[in-house]
């Protein structure tokens, strides 16, 4: 259970009492305190101020999935919303998502709706979860929306996942070969220096005098390299967070050699299985593009589902809608096309999202076959400049009769 921290007043002497405690709710604080003969004035969950406690508070996907499916089981066994909740928390480990639900709890016997009262935390339930929870209040079938809520955060997290292991294997590749090369420049062609400066008119060749330049860089000035490459990636994260700088990001994604392919597949896929899951919870359409649209994450696919929503209302379908849009797959259109003729929009979706889904596999598959052969070409590139760096003075000295 979470910890409380309260301020109360000791109506006797006037004087204000602060404490802390362990309960399952702000009201459980409340009447502790009222046994103790105090006046709750303030109460508060206790929040970790320490790096370690943020980093651990996070909630994951994994989280949200687990107390989705948990929540479902207990309201289709006929348990009241907040008593499920309260069993929810006490079974939930993580203490970020503790102190949300317990406020959650709180908010719901205060009269609010369970959708409205997880709409106050959006950065742990998104547009697309408060829409689910919402519609399936209003249909009374809440325990399927979570079941659905859970399947979709399932696969949205598996097809994050597919698509950052893409990423992660060159970028760990990347590193390693920097790090060798920085140890070469820095241990090895130093000696090669040493070796030439002792031996009258020995000329060192040029590549070895740029990389020989190099290495006294990296050995004088490291801390300012350093400060350079902090400064960039600070810089460039903050500018990557702005209205032009996700602009690129975004276009580069959808335009860059060889990882464009993958991500119109993974928003394809993501339009899709958001689109179905709303559309099988009973979410109107006009709402259900616009949850779409914030769930997609790159601002050129938003641009085109606003404009697309603008036809909506206008009286077109969705398919003609999307049709023509620059970066969106034909087969999207076609396929709610076919759904919204034969009554089976949401079965198109599913199997649209499917495919999709299994297309970013095989271009994971493809990308990893195209990067690995283009990372052995760079590894021996730079590998046999190094070497010829180090062993060409060498020869030299050996055809000179030096050693």
Do not use: C
Request: net charge neutral; charged share 20%.
């Amino acid at each position: 259970m979470p910890e409380f921290v309260y301020t109360a007043r000791d109506p006797a002497t006037g004087k204000k009492v602060d404490g802390t405690v362990i309960a399952d709710s702000q009201s459980s604080v409340g009447k502790l305190v009222k046994e103790q003969g105090l006046a709750l004035l303030e109460v508060k969950v206790k929040s970790d101020n320490d790096l370690l406690g943020f980093i651990t508070n996070r909630v994951s996907a994994k989280d949200k999935v687990v107390f989705s499916r948990q929540l479902a089981t207990l309201i289709n066994a006929g348990l009241p919303l907040a008593q499920s909740l309260r069993s929810v928390t006490k079974q939930t480990k993580n203490k970020a998502l503790q102190s949300v639900l317990t406020k959650v709890i709180t908010d719901i016997e205060g009269g609010k709706a369970f959708s409205v009262a997880l709409e106050a935390y959006p950065t742990i339930f998104d547009k697309v979860f408060v829409s689910l929870v919402a519609a399936g209040e209003t249909s009374g079938t809440l325990d399927a929306a979570l079941e659905r809520i859970a399947n979709q955060q399932e696969k949205d997290a598996e097809l994050a996942s597919k698509v950052r292991g893409a990423m992660i294997y060159p970028i760990i590749v990347m590193f390693v070969m920097i790090g060798v090369v920085t140890f070469m420049l820095v241990s090895v062609l130093p000696q090669v220096q040493e070796l030439y400066n002792g031996l009258p008119g020995a000329e060192l060749p040029l590549v070895t005098k740029v990389l020989l330049a190099l290495s006294d860089f990296i050995i004088d000035y490291w801390w300012a390299l350093l400060i350079i490459i902090g400064a960039f990636i600070f810089g460039g994260t903050r500018w990557a967070r702005t209205g032009p700088g996700k602009e690129v990001i975004d276009r580069l994604k959808l335009t860059m050699w060889p990882i464009s392919q993958l991500f119109r597949k993974m928003y394809m896929a993501r339009f899709a299985r958001t689109a179905t899951t709303l559309v099988a919870s009973g979410v109107p359409l006009i709402q259900v593009l616009d949850i779409v649209r914030r769930a997609i994450n790159n601002v050129h696919i938003e641009r085109e589902i606003a404009a697309a929503t603008e036809k909506v209302k206008g009286g077109k379908s969705l398919a003609e809608s999307l049709q023509g849009s620059a970066n969106f797959d034909e087969l999207v259109p076609n396929m709610i096309k076919i759904g919204e003729d034969s009554g089976a929009l949401e079965t198109m979706l599913d199997k649209t999202a499917d495919y999709f889904e299994k297309e970013v596999d095989n271009q994971v598959k493809a990308i990893s076959t195209i990067i690995e052969p283009v990372l052995m070409i760079v590894l021996g590139i730079v590998a046999i400049t190094i070497v010829a760096a180090i062993l060409i003075p060498i020869y030299g000295l050996v055809g000179q009769n030096v050693i």
